[in-house]
């Protein structure tokens, strides 16, 4: 099983930052690509920030210039810097990630996994 957990949601005012961070564990882990996605109430989930596991980075119009998006492959985590919030970010933020990894049986195991989602909510 490849797990991955977030952390550093909350409440801000709009204009101010946050950064989420979101650490993938499991067996003989690789990881590819990761990401962050948003939901809000009565919204899809949509894509916020992707990056490869060479550091290439790509991002939603609406959070461009104001999201920064960033990884450390030794510790298997992202992070996400966001700066100049406003009340439109407010949502539910998920990571995930495409991994290869080894079960028990050492058997290889490729897939994407998801976070259990941290609240962010700007306030006006």
């Known amino acids: 099983q490849v797990q991955l957990v977030e952390s550093g949601g909350g409440l801000v005012q709009a204009g101010g930052s946050l950064r989420l961070s979101c650490t993938a564990s499991?067996?003989?882990?690789?990881?590819?690509?990761m990401g962050w996605y948003r939901q809000a109430p009565g919204k899809q989930r949509d894509l916020v920030a992707t990056?490869?596991?060479?550091?290439?980075?790509n991002y939603a119009d609406s959070v461009k210039g104001r999201f920064s998006i960033s990884r450390d492959n030794i510790k298997n985590t992202v992070y996400l810097q966001m700066n100049s919030l406003k009340t439109e970010d407010t949502a539910v933020y998920y990571c995930?990630?495409?991994?290869?990894?080894?079960?028990?049986?050492?058997?290889?195991?490729?897939?994407?996994?998801w976070g259990q989602g941290t609240q962010v909510t700007v306030s006006s």
């Open positions: 990056i490869t596991s060479g550091g290439s980075t």
């Open positions: 995930n990630a495409d991994y290869l990894h080894y079960s028990d049986y050492d058997v290889p195991v490729v897939g994407r996994s």
């Open positions: 499991g067996r003989r882990l690789t990881i590819n690509d």
